[in-house]
């Protein structure tokens, strides 16, 4: 996005509204950014005879001229932020209708601060305001935003990684085999190890086994736990085969690894969101 001079013309707030209400139609001066917190929506493009159904956390970019109405959720009460601005110095032909499931995620944190802006003015607010909605609007222009999975996964690798996630909770991050996988999910070897090639472009083994590994790299960079007690929080039983697996994927054994004053990760993006869902908390930490 090329540069872009953006100003309030509206203080940002929350509106709430009782089951069924409706907004519109209106037309609107400015430009308007409107995320749902709770509820859903149906806003209408008149104009264009256009239609958005919005649920929580998406965020919704209105332009000048825009001719629209708001259906409101007609089961349960609906709650959004919205703010009112004014652009210019750019092209905004191209500029995005919506980005969905946003809150929580970076725009999140930017319209909350807004919000707490508007609410607690202080001296030069407005300036400073403006500044973080330039931000938000290059953010929710050009991004780059994290955007819903719309690959979802199949039922055999919800159940499979539910049992994941339940078997380290209860028992720390052990190694699990794939048959014990398939069981949990009710499905063959086979069938669930071709599922999850498909989604994580590894195997279910291989990919477990490096979330233990990298897990293992985040306590040796960023902990006093000897090596041994980090091979034990992470799964394994033999420091020894600890030590050989960690230098086949880091390339250094575990104390080395430590010593060096850059630490690159061990695992591929494409397992990185998996990582996140499935990695213990420090709780698990063993006691000293």
Not at 29 to 42: C, I, K, P, Q
Not at 78 to 86: E, V
Not at 94 to 112: F, M, N, T
Not at 235 to 250: C, K, W, Y
Request: net charge neutral; aromatic share 8%; glycine share 8%.
């Amino acid at each position: 996005m090329t540069s872009v001079t953006v100003s309030l013309t509206v203080r940002p707030a929350i509106a709430q509204y009782p089951p069924g209400a409706t907004y519109g139609p209106r037309t609107l001066v400015d430009f308007e950014l409107v995320w749902m917190l709770s509820g859903v929506a149906r806003w209408r493009h008149l104009q264009a005879e256009r239609e958005l159904a919005l649920h929580a956390g998406d965020v919704l970019l209105i332009h000048p001229g825009t001719r629209d109405e708001f259906q409101w959720d007609e089961q349960v009460p609906t709650r959004h932020g919205y703010l009112h601005f004014k652009a210019s110095g750019a092209d905004v032909t191209g500029w995005p209708s919506r980005r969905s499931a946003q809150i929580p995620g970076p725009l999140g944190g930017l319209l909350d601060y807004l919000l707490w802006l508007g609410e607690e003015p202080t001296p030069g607010w407005q300036g400073r305001a403006d500044d973080i909605l330039a931000a938000t609007v290059r953010a929710f222009v050009d991004g780059p935003l994290p955007e819903p999975d719309h690959w979802p996964e199949t039922p055999a690798l919800t159940a499979a990684l539910a049992y994941v996630r339940q078997a380290w909770a209860d028992g720390g991050m052990r190694p699990i085999s794939l048959a014990d996988l398939a069981a949990a999910a009710s499905v063959s070897k086979g069938y669930l190890a071709r599922q999850f090639h498909e989604r994580y472009g590894l195997g279910a083994v291989t990919a477990l086994d490096l979330i233990r590994l990298d897990h293992a790299r985040t306590l040796l960079t960023r902990t006093n736990l000897t090596v041994t007690e980090v091979a034990r929080t992470c799964g394994f039983v033999d420091p020894l085969h600890f030590s050989r697996r960690f230098r086949s994927v880091g390339g250094l054994a575990p104390r080395d690894y430590r010593k060096m004053p850059m630490h690159t990760e061990l695992i591929p993006a494409s397992v990185r969101v998996l990582a996140h869902r499935l990695t213990p908390s420090t709780s698990w930490l063993p006691a000293r």
